[in-house]
């Protein structure tokens, strides 16, 4: 059974930045694409923030691009979200995720985090 373990949110004010940390235990790590989601509010669908592959390529939403950058770190079996310049419409809770066939047009998370709240105040 894998863990996926996400620490680093909080509450900031727009301008600011946050760094995500999630800790993963119970799989191979380099096997797997690692991600990070979010959602706004618990009616609305879950969004894909960024993603790296086992091979490091990475991908991000339109909107975070030039401000957030994620990374991982096959020796602490983690994966990591810098988040710069940081605004209210970026409030949401943020997912960690694990996909074993990696980011393609179309993926499966095969392990989720429980999720970390990440408030932008204005």
């Known amino acids: 059974q894998a863990q996926l373990a996400e620490s680093g949110g909080g509450l900031v004010q727009a301008g600011g930045s946050l760094r995500l940390s999630c800790e993963v235990s119970?799989?191979?790590?380099?096997?797997?694409?690692m991600g990070w989601f979010r959602r706004p509010a618990p009616w609305k669908e879950r969004e894909m923030v960024a993603?790296?592959?086992?091979?490091?390529?990475?991908s991000y939403t339109d909107s975070v691009k030039g401000r957030f950058t994620i990374s991982r770190d096959g020796a602490k079996k983690a994966v990591y979200l810098q988040m710069n310049n940081l605004k209210p419409e970026d409030t949401a809770v943020y997912y960690c995720?694990?996909?074993?066939?990696?980011?393609?047009?179309?993926?499966?998370?095969?392990?989720w985090g429980q999720g970390t709240q990440v408030t932008v105040s204005s």
């Open positions: 993603s790296i592959a086992s091979t490091g390529d990475t």
């Open positions: 119970g799989l191979i790590f380099g096997n797997y694409g």
């Open positions: 995720a694990a996909a074993r066939a990696g980011w393609g047009t179309s993926y499966v998370v095969d392990w």
